[in-house]
């Protein structure tokens, strides 16, 4: 699965750390997923998707499919 | 590339973590202090007994503190430590299978075959831990 979260991240100028003290999770996990070899729980998701205000559905997307932007 | 800070969950994690495990480590290793003398030629008697479980205590308090580790753990770090758990159990049902082998075979040493099994599955469920650990990052 992809992401945006790498992105969206980097657009508020937040370090691996400050996202993973938005999500309570670790820095480990949240660098697993940018890099795409963790795909979070649909609740982790949907806490990642409350944190950007973006909708789930533009924040991850199937492998062959490229996360659409707003 | 610069190292970055470790989120203030992973800290909480580990301070508690360290919580946990520190009172058992030093009770285990007093206790198995006192084990060394243990005069194991002599006759068992109940206190005998009694003091060669001794160890199980906090043994147990060490259990009870890797359940706490799970359950305080982010999702990810959960199937990192599971995974490692079940490396470490077939590791130790294997050592224990071999071991069985070969005391049916009359070769080696039951009580010796216990310890390599014990120590090995620690070992290997270690090894693993380090390596899912790794991997993830």
């Known amino acids: 699965m992809k992401n945006r979260l790498r992105e969206l991240r980097a657009s508020r100028q937040w370090s691996q750390s400050d996202l993973a003290d938005r999500l309570d999770v670790s820095r480990q996990t949240v660098n697993a997923i940018e890099n795409g070899r963790y795909d979070p729980s649909l609740p982790l998701a949907f806490k990642i998707a409350e944190v950007f205000g973006e909708p789930i559905e533009s924040m991850f997307s199937p492998t062959d499919e490229p996360a659409r932007k707003e | ?137």
């Open chain 2, 1 to 137: 590339m610069t190292k970055q800070r470790r989120s203030s969950s992973d800290v909480a994690r580990e301070r508690a973590a360290f919580r946990d495990i520190t009172p058992g480590v030093i009770a285990l290793v007093v206790i198995e202090g006192t084990l060394i003398g243990l005069d194991r030629e002599a006759d068992p008697t109940v206190w005998t007994v009694v003091w060669s479980l001794l160890p199980l205590l906090p043994v147990l308090w060490l259990v009870r503190a890797q359940l706490r580790s799970l359950q305080r753990a982010d999702e990810l770090q959960r199937v990192v430590q599971l995974e490692a758990m079940a490396i470490g159990f077939g590791a130790t049902v294997l050592l224990a299978l071999t071991g069985g082998l070969l005391d049916a075979a009359d070769v080696g040493n039951p009580a010796q075959w216990l310890q390599i099994t014990f120590i090995g599955g620690i070992l290997v469920w270690i090894a693993a831990l380090a390596v899912n650990m790794r991997r993830a990052q």
